[in-house]
């Protein structure tokens, strides 16, 4: 065998033992590729994920900001109702015939009556003609009146807007059951 032969020999099997390695080097570059690229599918999916559960969240955190801004909104609306009844409430008292509010005006003198010894009467000027008699003293309220005994420690408030107060206080309830069910 010539030298040749032997150089030539020793190129075809450096050539086999480079493509041997470059078919292994490229069947290894496929394989970590494939799993890079499942890695990455991976941290994909996970990434749509957390995205779609921080979006569910936003949303139910929008939805419910929305619910609550609206509840306060309508109890604002309801709110304003009530105001709206009891000023007509008390524009309808204010405006009362002098028939009514002699009635009115009598059985509040009454019911004071019964319950001190009414010495004193404050009522607005309207309603002073009927409660002569009662050293009546003008006092600025739309009707009704306040009575006070001869020592002047104890008074009974029965003017129309406190008791309009009253109702609206301890009624608030009823009277938004009556008006929105």
Same mark, same amino acid.
């Given at each position: 065998?010539?030298?040749?032969?032997?150089?030539?020999?020793?190129?075809?099997?450096?050539?086999?033992?480079?493509?041997? $390695?470059?078919?292994?080097?490229?069947?290894?570059?496929?394989?970590?590729?494939?799993? %890079?690229?499942?890695?990455?599918?991976?941290?994909? !999916?996970?990434?749509?994920?957390?995205?779609?559960?921080?979006?569910?969240?936003?949303?139910?955190?929008?939805?419910?900001?929305? +619910?609550?801004?609206?509840?306060?909104?309508?109890?604002? %609306?309801?709110? !304003?109702?009530?105001? $709206?009844?009891?000023?007509? %409430?008390?524009?309808?008292?204010?405006?009362?015939?002098?028939?009514?509010?002699?009635?009115?005006?009598?059985?509040?003198?009454?019911? %004071?009556?019964?319950?001190? +010894?009414? *010495?004193?009467?404050?009522? @607005?000027?309207?309603?002073?003609?009927?409660?002569?008699?009662?050293? @009546?003293?003008? *006092?600025?309220?739309?009707?009704?009146?306040? *009575?006070?005994? @001869? +020592?002047?420690?104890?008074?009974?408030?029965?003017?129309?807007?406190?008791?309009?107060?009253?109702?609206?206080?301890?009624?608030?309830?009823? $009277?938004?059951?009556?008006?929105?069910?």
């Amino acid at each position: 065998m010539g030298l040749e032969a032997v150089k030539e020999e020793i190129l075809d099997s450096a050539r086999e033992q480079a493509n041997s $390695i470059l078919a292994e080097a490229r069947k290894e570059a496929n394989k970590i590729s494939k799993e %890079a690229e499942k890695k990455i599918d991976g941290m994909q !999916q996970k990434a749509d994920a957390e995205e779609k559960r921080m979006m569910d969240a936003i949303k139910r955190q929008e939805l419910a900001s929305a +619910e609550l801004e609206n509840k306060k909104l309508l109890l604002e %609306a309801k709110k !304003q109702v009530i105001e $709206i009844a009891f000023e007509e %409430a008390r524009k309808r008292l204010e405006s009362l015939d002098d028939k009514k509010r002699e009635e009115y005006l009598k059985k509040l003198l009454e019911k %004071a009556k019964n319950e001190i +010894e009414v *010495a004193k009467v404050y009522c @607005n000027k309207k309603d002073a003609k009927f409660a002569k008699g009662l050293g @009546n003293q003008a *006092a600025g309220m739309i009707g009704g009146l306040i *009575a006070e005994n @001869n +020592e002047g420690t104890i008074r009974i408030d029965y003017s129309f807007e406190t008791m309009l107060d009253s109702i609206k206080e301890t009624e608030l309830q009823n $009277i938004s059951k009556i008006l929105f069910g």
